[in-house]
């Protein structure tokens, strides 16, 4: 009997935990673990509105997955997944003979929810993905560059659709480029303008109050403008017409309203709501004991109210901790442990030196949150590749 | 009976030469010198070609004006000339009252000579100041930034269209810089297309044939392609058709090809050939006393060859030097001098390390015509400013 075949789609926060786990449980020869993924990379999700500013480089927010991957325990794919099929128990890919598989996991991440707005998926930019991010930046500069040969207002002006988590930190770290930004292009820094348009009644909904006024406060005293209550109707090219009509010129629209699952999960005949599959307690996909799905392709309810829990790096981190376990207990006939969701806590960073959050039920605000920002970030650089990661790539 | 008005404008090489030259001829109160440039700084057109290709910051190529012209001086005035009225001795200005002028020195540069090419003027770019090569450099960014989300073989295709000084310049800086773009966004070094077109039958036109040869192998084993005798048609958003029909897709097209005197000259009255004035011995412009043109905008023909010489940096500097004692000539009654132009050797970079040029008969190449560019670019800085200057600004 051949030994069980093992296949991660998606190098993410889960794929990479998953591996990370089977290549530290496994014996030699227990199974066979392939991790399949389209960059040569890992991108760190919780950082890409950095280098979407240009406040950062992008190679800050990614790593090498032969870095972080044993590959003489994980073989490595890159290429990218063209169809799941569950029939066969086989993966299909761009460029690469199909892969079979006994047990499946996948966490192949988001797309854009773009609730239907005209224009958006074709006009606006994404906080995605490394390439999404080095691009948002350069067309961001080069609308700059324009300014002083065109003298138009709207190459200046940036619209952030959305004020959840990535909205705001994203609109926080544009604060802290635009001064540098305007002395490369000869712009008075007054001219500028930022505005984040959010649909619903508040900035970053479900958040503390205080720490929401907190957060409007400080980016309003630095010249944001927030437009709350305000649906956006249509994208175009060169700006955005909200609800009512009214139209906002701008050269730069990013939207980060809010995310669905993967396509190809859908495709593959899984049950999905909004794309994202209702996982049971070990994560399964619904009627497929050999299927696991985390990240966010996976929905999880929180009974306390009786909600999906946001997708967040952190949920699937923890995902990816106990699948690495479960699936050595069951190719062991062991039993599997159910998930339960620890949250350890929450801050969006405003920029280098601003951030609010809570751990529990304490707040931090200003520096104090800021530096957790940077210990969260370097913990995930520690359960990637322990001390010598976080001394290699983390920065306070 | 008050002091002679002159007005100079343009603060490129000719313009600056000559305030220079009045500011540390005249006694005080012998004239009213006024400096009048778009720009709150001087660019230093033979370096332009950097920034254009991202080799050097933009900040390299410009000076503040204040820092080399004294403004106890030499007033200065910072705006756009809108018109230049001969009849009524007066310079239009967009932002300030007009200027009254005794003497008038117009050194207001050149426009890009199109040839009549259709799109050019709409969608090639220009190395011909900051913003614009600014612009070109954040341009070619923002497509190559493109490439990994969609794949297009035009957004890394470069076409320069002349191989003149400025184009041969132009390309040997892009050599330069592939290596590192293409790591910045994640693209193999040979994909990237570079093409060089132009009509003429020689790379060069003009240049020693030993010398060309050099220049033409040494960028060939780069990797660019150089289209010789190739007339460009039609300049397109996504590319150029060339003479015959074939089409070049490339998303960045810069147009290096010639140039033409300012409009503004020709709006005048004053007569001009393509939009440059023949002037006299003294710089004066045909039938005006009281006006002298240098710089781009003039013509002096070369007799021993019977063409006019190419407009260059290193002519309208000569010509400025000239300018500043003649003038100070003119106000006390002395006698003016006639131009002469006596050429101090031409040199072309081909990137960083490379270059060609002579100086009289004696060729050069390589490391040796590299150092040789460098220290002319020193030299104008020392003309402007003195060793202290070059100290600070210089580099070799």
Not at 26 to 50: F, G, P, R
Request: aromatic share 8%; charged share 25%; with cysteine.
């Amino acid at each position: 009997m051949s030994v069980p075949k093992i296949v991660i789609l998606g190098g993410g926060y889960g794929g990479l935990m998953t591996a990370k786990g089977l290549q530290k449980e496994l014996n030699y020869n227990e199974a066979e673990v392939t991790l399949v993924n389209q960059n040569s990379y890992h991108y760190i999700t919780t950082k890409l509105h950095e280098p979407a500013a240009g406040t950062a480089h992008h190679d800050h927010a990614r790593l090498a997955i032969s870095s972080v991957i044993n590959t003489d325990k994980v073989r490595f794919v890159q290429d990218k997944v063209t169809a799941i099929k569950l029939e066969e128990k086989e993966i299909q890919l761009e460029n690469h003979e199909p892969l079979q598989y006994d047990y499946l996991v996948i966490g192949l991440g988001s797309a854009p929810e773009t609730f239907g707005i005209r224009g958006l998926l074709e006009n606006a930019f994404f906080i995605r993905n490394i390439n999404g991010v080095r691009m948002i930046r350069e067309h961001m500069e080069y609308m700059f560059s324009r300014y002083q040969n065109e003298k138009k207002e709207e190459l200046i002006t940036i619209v952030v659709g959305g004020a959840g988590f990535t909205g705001i930190e994203y609109v926080g770290e544009l604060v802290d480029r635009m001064p540098e930004l305007c002395r490369e292009y000869d712009i008075p820094l007054e001219k500028v303008r930022i505005i984040n348009v959010e649909a619903a009644p508040t900035v970053l909904p479900g958040f503390d109050t205080e720490l929401v006024d907190y957060a409007v406060k400080y980016l309003e005293s630095k010249g944001v403008e927030f437009l709350i209550s305000t649906p956006i109707e249509e994208c175009m090219e060169d700006g955005v017409i909200l609800k009512g009509g009214r139209e906002i010129k701008a050269a730069t629209v990013v939207w980060t309203g809010g995310v669905r699952g993967n396509k190809l999960v859908e495709d593959s005949g899984i049950e999905t709501m909004r794309g994202r599959v209702k996982v049971d307690e070990f994560l399964h996909a619904p009627g497929h004991d050999d299927v696991f799905v985390l990240g966010d392709s996976a929905l999880v309810i929180n009974e306390e109210i009786n909600r999906p829990y946001p997708p967040t790096a952190q949920i699937s981190t923890q995902q990816g901790q106990l699948l690495g376990k479960n699936l050595v207990a069951k190719i062991r006939g062991g039993e599997m442990k159910s998930f339960k969701y620890m949250p350890k806590g929450t801050v969006a960073s405003l920029g280098r030196k601003e951030a609010i959050g809570f751990v529990g039920t304490k707040k931090y605000y200003g520096a104090k949150a800021a530096l957790l920002k940077k210990l969260i970030d370097l913990r995930w650089l520690y359960l990637l590749g322990g001390v010598s990661l976080v001394l290699r790539k983390g920065k306070l």
